[in-house]
């Protein structure tokens, strides 16, 4: 049972580019396409039409970096997970997306952090 808890653990602190090379793995070498899961999960619990109307889950877009870049790439490396040098480049390449489908909460402090580190960022 602690191994299941310290995998569950591990899943839930995976990076974007983490959650990415997994779905990748899933599909390529274990013919599972994740996506495909998680939307026909969704749709039962979600609530029927109430879902199309109510955005629950968001993307937090870091469209750029603004004055601070040094700062903003370290809070990047914070949030993410990632390493000083995949930071850079994703802080780099804005827009681009910090994290996808957090809740609401998440998404709005994970934005005032940036905004506060000098960074212009859009949830969508």
């Known amino acids: 049972m602690a191994d299941l808890k310290d995998f569950a653990e591990q899943l839930v602190n995976l990076t974007v580019k983490e959650v990415n090379e997994l779905a990748t793995i899933l599909k390529d070498e274990y013919g599972i396409e994740p996506a495909a899961a998680a939307v026909a999960m969704a749709g039962p619990v979600a609530g029927g039409g109430d879902a199309a109307e109510e955005q629950t889950e968001f993307d937090v ?64």
Do not use: F, N, R
Request: hydrophobic share 45%; proline share 2%.
């Open 61 to 124: 877009i870091l469209k750029a970096a603004g004055a601070s870049k040094l700062a903003v790439v370290k809070l990047v490396k914070e949030l993410t997970g990632l390493g000083l040098k995949e930071a850079k480049e994703l802080v780099d390449g804005a827009p681009s997306a910090i994290k996808e489908g957090v809740s609401k909460d998440e998404a709005e402090a994970l934005k005032a952090q940036l905004e506060e580190a000098g960074a212009e960022v859009e949830l969508k």
